[in-house]
């Protein structure tokens, strides 16, 4: 009898001795998990600060192209009124525009000092001018 409490006893040792075993490979293994998750936690914060930093500067463009449109909008408001103001200011008086015109649909520098009114000088470099957009290079 002695001998199978013994035996017993040395089972309930070994059964101790595999469970504290068994609790401290778990124990590690859960420490390794939870570096693991830590690290990997690192690189998510680092990241998001990536993002977040990237986000900033994308405000930052998107706020001074804004401010840049606004600022670029209010000055050309007014062009269309000025365009008009200057079509009506001498209706005998030919704009550049008209002469560039002229010269697309084979004026000659004569015709131009003629009919626009524009100076000798003026009506040469407008035919330049139209002969360098017809053949660029």
């Not at 001498?90 to 697309?104: E, R």
Request: with cysteine; glycine share 6%.
């Amino acid at each position: 009898m002695i001998a199978s409490l013994v035996a017993a006893v040395v089972a309930l040792a070994l059964c101790c001795l595999a469970l504290l075993g068994c609790c401290i490979w778990l124990f590690r293994r859960q420490r390794r998990q939870a570096e693991l998750q830590a690290h990997q936690d690192e690189i998510r914060d680092k990241r998001i600060k990536e993002l977040g930093a990237r986000l900033d500067t994308y405000l930052e463009g998107s706020v001074r192209m804004g401010k840049n449109l606004h600022e670029l909008s209010r000055i050309v408001a007014p062009l269309p009124e000025k365009l008009s103001q200057l079509e009506q200011r001498d209706p005998n008086n030919f704009s550049f525009s008209q002469a560039a015109k002229l010269v697309g649909m084979g004026a000659s520098i004569d015709d131009l000092t003629q009919s626009c009114g524009l100076s000798q000088s003026e009506a040469e470099l407008m035919s330049k001018l139209h002969q360098a957009r017809r053949n660029p290079g």
